[in-house]
C-alpha cells in the first residue's frame, strides 16, 4: 500500500491557475500509472490525468489543453499544473496510484 498525499487545492477566479502536488510514500519511477481523479457534487469521479507506463500521459477531454500533469521521480511526486480554469473545474481532486487513493484536495473557482 502507498500513502499519497495531495495539496495545492484552494480558492480561485476563473481563468486563474493552480498547481495540485502528490507526495508518494515510495518510488513511482516504475509505477504502471499514476496521476489525478476529481469528483465533483453529485457527479461520478472523472479521469483528470494519467502518467502511464505503456499508453503515456493521458487527459480527460475536458481539460485537455489546460491542464498539465508531469512528475518528479526524485521526489516520488506527480503534479498537475491548471490553467484557464472554470467554474465547471471546482470538485474535490484526488492523486491516484493502483488501488491507492490520496484523501483529496478541494478545488473551487469561482465566476
Known amino acids: 500500500q502507498v500513502q499519497l498525499v495531495e495539496s495545492g487545492g484552494g480558492l480561485v477566479q476563473a481563468g486563474g491557475s493552480l498547481r495540485l502536488s502528490c507526495a508518494a510514500s515510495r518510488s513511482i519511477l516504475n509505477d504502471p500509472g499514476i496521476g489525478w481523479y476529481r469528483q465533483a457534487p453529485g457527479k461520478q469521479r472523472e479521469l483528470v490525468a494519467m502518467?502511464?507506463?505503456?499508453?503515456?500521459?493521458i487527459y480527460g477531454d475536458s481539460v485537455k489543453g489546460r491542464f498539465t500533469i508531469s512528475r518528479d521521480t526524485t521526489k516520488n511526486t506527480i503534479y498537475l499544473q491548471m490553467n484557464r480554469l472554470e467554474p465547471s473545474d471546482t470538485a474535490v481532486y484526488y492523486c491516484?496510484?493502483?488501488?491507492?487513493w490520496g484523501q483529496g484536495t478541494q478545488v473551487t473557482v469561482s465566476s
Open positions: 502518467i502511464t507506463r505503456i499508453a503515456g500521459t
Open positions: 491516484n496510484m493502483g488501488v491507492d
